[in-house]
């Protein structure tokens, strides 16, 4: 096979990764739209640090988000959307390798999450559980009903 045939096949057979944004139209999401109407905490150009947890409204999904929600998962399902997400933040990397590898934080710290967000957990603490319910428990305190959504979908 010559180079450029190679290359073709490549993207032929090519899956999506963390990156990659194609197969949003086939989910129905567009990653690119606008999601507010400049009256969320993200647009408020005031200092955010002088607000308090009480100021703080908590937001509330659009009606068709359940609708959009449903239709990435089955994207996910299909292989057509990555089923991973990473963040990069260099402290909180250490803190979950730092807590994965003390058995008692590991412990302690995951079943805390599990106590808070109220899911079962399988496969024990892995790191990637433990983010996972860092991140479902940000969800439920920070966005409530953003959070029902999510866990109608399990």
């Known amino acids: 096979m010559t180079d450029d ?28 739209a606008d999601s507010g109407s400049g009256d969320d905490a993200a647009s408020d150009t005031g200092s ?5 947890a009480s100021d703080a409204k908590s937001p509330t999904p659009a009606d068709d988000f359940d609708e959009c929600l449903a239709s990435t998962v ?5 292989g057509v959307q990555p089923k991973s997400f990473s963040a990069s933040d260099p402290v909180l990397s250490a ?13 302690d710290v995951g ?19 433990l983010v996972r319910l860092s991140v479902l428990a940000g969800v ?3 966005a409530p ?10």
Do not use: M, N, P, W
Request: a negative charge; aromatic letters at 8%.
């Open 95 to 107: 803190f979950f390798q730092t807590v994965y590898r003390d058995d008692e934080a590991r412990e």
């Open 5 to 32: 045939e190679l290359e073709e096949l490549r993207q032929q057979t090519r899956g999506t990764d963390r990156i990659d944004a194609t197969g949003d139209e086939d989910a129905g999401v567009d990653v690119e």
């Open 111 to 129: 079943e805390a999450l599990v106590d808070h967000v109220d899911v079962d957990v399988e496969d024990g603490y892995t790191k990637s559980e």
């Open 145 to 154: 009903e953003y959070y029902e959504e999510l866990v109608e979908t399990f």
């Open 48 to 52: 955010s640090s002088s607000r308090t």
């Open 74 to 78: 089955g994207s996910v399902e299909r």
């Open 140 to 142: 439920q305190e920070a």
